[in-house]
């Protein structure tokens, strides 16, 4: 795997039935480096720490080889690097491949995946249109979040190398195939992870008291 671009945003205001919203998914790519700490990604705007940013969501990476399925499906938008929200664009990034709790070197910084990205509201403004959330659970490449163990630099061009696998092998895909599909025999092992992120275990047992 290697990184492709590393994005941030500035906060920027949207519509969103009839009120202002603040978001920081307009990410951008820069040419330098961008400097991941214990919570967030230095001067990347992270508007609302309910949903973003934290320990168990200081970045966020998607895999530069689903741009083109994307492209294909919203031909007129603007595209660039960052489309997704992402602060790291990785080449290679594989979802069924990826687990909960693996551990990745990306640049200086040493990183542990933590959860699948579950999209919102503020995405299909991003794209024009509320379908794309539909689109985007029934695609199944989520990309994913990232909890920062060493805080250090990321360029483009940086190597990601994963340097520790978690024994449980719960893949991104399945996880987030769970959050939308739920199976009520798998979840309760998947929420017992103890390297899941905590607002993930907190989604995954609502689902499981639904449906149990």
């Given at each position: 795997?290697?990184?492709?671009?590393?994005?941030?945003?500035?906060?920027t205001v949207v519509r969103w039935k009839g009120k202002e919203v603040l978001t920081g998914i307009y990410k951008y790519p820069v040419s330098s480096s961008i400097f991941l700490e214990k919570e967030d990604v230095r001067g990347d705007a992270v508007i609302?720490?309910?949903?973003?940013?934290?320990?168990?969501?200081?970045?966020?990476?998607?895999?530069?080889?689903?741009?083109?399925?994307?492209?294909?499906?919203?031909?007129?938008?603007?595209?660039?690097?960052?489309?997704?929200?992402?602060?790291?664009?990785?080449?290679?990034?594989?979802?069924?491949?990826?687990?909960?709790?693996?551990?990745?070197?990306?640049?200086?910084?040493?990183?542990?995946?933590?959860?699948?990205?579950?999209?919102?509201?503020?995405?299909?403004?991003?794209?024009?249109?509320?379908?794309?959330?539909?689109?985007?659970?029934?695609?199944?490449?989520?990309?994913?979040?990232?909890?920062?163990?060493?805080?250090?630099?990321?360029?483009?061009?940086?190597?990601?190398?994963?340097?520790?696998?978690?024994?449980?092998?719960?893949?991104?895909?399945?996880?987030?195939?769970?959050?939308?599909?739920?199976?009520?025999?798998?979840?309760?092992?998947?929420?017992?992870?103890?390297?899941?992120?905590?607002?993930?275990?907190?989604?995954?047992?609502?689902?499981?008291?639904?449906?149990?």
């Open positions: 795997m290697k990184v492709i671009a590393v994005n941030i945003a500035k906060p609302d720490r309910k949903y973003h940013g934290g320990a168990d969501k200081a970045c966020y990476a998607f895999s530069a080889d689903h741009y083109p399925y994307w492209k294909q499906h919203y031909p007129d938008l603007e595209w660039n690097w960052g489309m997704f929200g992402e602060n790291i664009t990785i080449e290679g990034l594989d979802e069924s491949r990826l687990h909960i709790g693996d551990v990745l070197k990306i640049g200086n910084a040493t990183v542990q995946v933590t959860q699948p990205r579950q999209p919102c509201f503020k995405l299909g403004i991003k794209f024009g249109d509320q379908k794309v959330l539909k689109e985007f659970i029934t695609y199944e490449h989520p990309g994913a979040y990232l909890r920062v163990l060493t805080p250090g630099a990321v360029k483009a061009g940086d190597p990601v190398e994963i340097i520790e696998q978690d024994t449980q092998r719960f893949s991104l895909q399945e996880v987030f195939s769970l959050l939308y599909k739920p199976v009520p025999g798998h979840i309760p092992q998947i929420i017992a992870h103890p390297l899941l992120a905590e607002s993930c275990k907190k989604d995954l047992d609502r689902i499981f008291s639904r449906i149990s």
